[in-house]
């Protein structure tokens, strides 16, 4: 089988008298694996997921994601891919207008799915995430972290392969932040690859999971089971 997520010697410049956001990153990242990328802000980490998600590409380099090869991938093969990842971020981006199970059925409409099929899926998806009794709830009734958990749904709802989380606990106090990461931790136990970003370091030491550290748009570090001292971007002893 193909590795989920290869990036070859993947280099990405906005701007030459600037360097490169990304210089010559070589990252491979197996089905099913949870991993977890730090750094501090302007490490690279942001535009490493704007490259898998194809919102950015790479300025020299090789990505290829469940199979995919990025260099021939057209346009209008873009919004498949993207639904095949499911990506999170640090400010939820809810429709505020819309209950949480209207919010989580958006992400199926958008893709033609029958009403069958949302009324199906979508409360499975809530259950999954802790949250079905709270499905004809509005964004503003949740806490910070029940909205990041619906987010987490919406992301999810198409079951896509990989699951990219951008800083998802960033704006939480720890009892939601851990609340959050259990439940990546179940969606990965159900197979999908998962790719969080954090500074937390309380989050990185416990997890104990795969850590890729990036400095000045370079990999330093790739390990297992490692923690993370954020305060000096190394290892801790």
Do not use: C
């Not at 410049?13 to 491979?28: E, P």
């Not at 197996?30 to 990328?37: D, G, L």
């Not at 950015?56 to 991938?73: A, M």
Request: glycine share 6%; proline share 4%; hydrophobic share 40%.
């Amino acid at each position: 089988m193909s590795q989920m997520i290869l990036l070859d010697r993947v280099t990405k410049t906005y701007n030459k008298n600037l360097g490169s956001a990304l210089d010559r990153v070589s990252l491979h990242i197996e089905p099913k694996e949870f991993v977890i990328v730090v750094g501090q802000s302007g490490a690279g980490k942001s535009t490493l997921l704007k490259l898998l998600t194809r919102e950015e590409r790479p300025t020299s380099g090789k990505i290829i994601v469940g199979g995919i090869d990025y260099d021939k991938l057209s346009d209008k093969k873009i919004p498949l891919l993207r639904r095949r990842i499911g990506t999170v971020f640090q400010d939820f981006k809810l429709l505020p207008n819309r209950t949480v199970f209207e919010n989580v059925a958006f992400a199926l409409e958008i893709v033609g799915a029958s009403t069958k099929e949302i009324n199906n899926t979508v409360p499975r998806v809530l259950d999954i995430v802790n949250l079905k009794d709270k499905a004809k709830r509005m964004p503003i009734e949740l806490s910070g972290g029940e909205r990041q958990r619906v987010a987490i749904a919406r992301a999810i709802v198409r079951q896509p392969k990989i699951l990219i989380a951008d800083e998802p606990t960033g704006n939480l106090d720890p009892k939601h932040a851990w609340d959050v990461i259990r439940i990546l931790e179940k969606i990965n136990r159900y197979g999908t690859t998962v790719l969080l970003t954090t500074h937390n370091q309380d989050i990185v030491n416990r997890l104990k999971r795969r850590v890729v550290t990036i400095e000045g748009g370079r990999i330093v570090s790739d390990r297992a089971n490692a923690d993370y001292d954020n305060t000096s971007g190394k290892k801790a002893k």
